[in-house]
């Protein structure tokens, strides 16, 4: 349910790091906000470095930008407690300074999005979505 789009300079992560951040960010996703691991989804975009701009000037330095859609529903301290979370692990993992990792959450509307084929559900409605779909689509989402 969550989708974490990560945006890098090209070729400046190796697939164990990219490997290792998604894990890394499914793990602190599931662990803070408490929804099963298969729900999240992590996508890299690599971007040519003469793409990135900041303050209208070409990038000077190294920069990865984590933009997670979350459903809407979260609390301030849930929020707060991923951002604060990805950051460190996110250094640690890339060999990247904090000044830059940037991470931005963007709340959607449950109702406004549909997974797998279906609307999702409010919140800790996770479980009635998932016993609702077929035993087909249930081991699909499930990863079986």
């Known amino acids: 349910m969550p989708t974490y789009v990560v945006r890098v300079p090209a070729n400046r992560l190796s697939p164990e790091q990219k490997s290792r951040l998604a894990r890394m960010i499914t793990q602190v996703q599931t662990e803070i906000i408490g929804a099963q691991p298969y729900f999240t989804q992590v996508i890299f975009r690599d971007v040519d470095s003469q793409d990135v701009f900041l303050g209208g000037k070409p990038l000077d330095g190294e920069l990865l930008f984590v933009h997670g859609h979350i459903r809407a529903g979260r609390s301030a301290v849930e929020r707060a407690s991923l951002i ?61």
């Open 84 to 144: 604060r979370k990805l950051v460190p692990e996110a250094m640690e993992i890339t060999g990247m300074p904090r000044h830059a990792i940037w991470v931005y959450l963007s709340e959607l509307p449950s109702r406004a999005m549909a997974e797998y084929g279906h609307l999702l559900p409010e919140p800790g409605g996770e479980d009635d979505w998932l016993a609702a779909l077929s035993s087909e689509e249930r081991a699909r989402v499930e990863g079986r």
